[in-house]
């Protein structure tokens, strides 16, 4: 993708897309720090609608039944294994919870996207030189 353009990107329950597999997609399962703690569940998956990529998770945390809930973007990249009930990511609890906030007004906006990735040390999907990583869920 190119440095000058930037799909906007779309929750993937907004979108006629599915998963290819139904078992493959992630969606309400826990997610787990590298340590094994509790960060959250998966609430959705941000989609490139033009890449037919997946760009990062949604994770829903805290609240009860929706009210008092936090959500955060959290890129692809940091996913280090999934179960079929978990998603485990390669960063602490202490480290995801500090990660930028979550806007509304700002999700449309490469500056909060590049925000995120530089926060976790990974380099944004539009640079020259990126490689998808090799995960069983691309939508179709």
Same mark, same amino acid.
């Given at each position: 993708m190119s440095d000058e353009k930037?799909? =906007?990107l779309r929750k993937l329950s907004d979108t006629a897309q599915? /998963?290819?597999e139904r078992d493959d997609d992630i969606r309400g399962r826990d997610v787990k720090?590298?340590?094994?703690n509790d960060l959250g569940k998966v609430d959705d998956l941000l989609i490139d609608p033009e890449e037919n990529k997946v760009r990062f998770l949604v994770v829903a945390s805290g609240g009860f039944l929706g009210i008092g809930e936090t959500n955060s973007f959290i890129? /692809? =990249?940091t996913? &280090?294994?999934?179960t079929s009930d978990e998603v485990h990511l390669d960063q602490k609890r202490d480290h995801v919870a =500090?990660?930028?906030? +979550?806007?509304p007004d700002l999700v449309a906006e490469r500056d909060f996207y590049? &925000? /995120? +990735? &530089?926060y976790y040390g990974y380099q944004p999907y539009w640079t020259p030189g990126y490689v998808y990583p090799a995960y069983p869920f691309p939508p179709r």
């Open positions: 930037m799909a =906007e599915t /998963v290819a720090d590298r340590d094994g890129p /692809v =990249e996913i &280090s294994r999934i =500090e990660a930028p906030a +979550y806007d590049q &925000s /995120v +990735y &530089s």
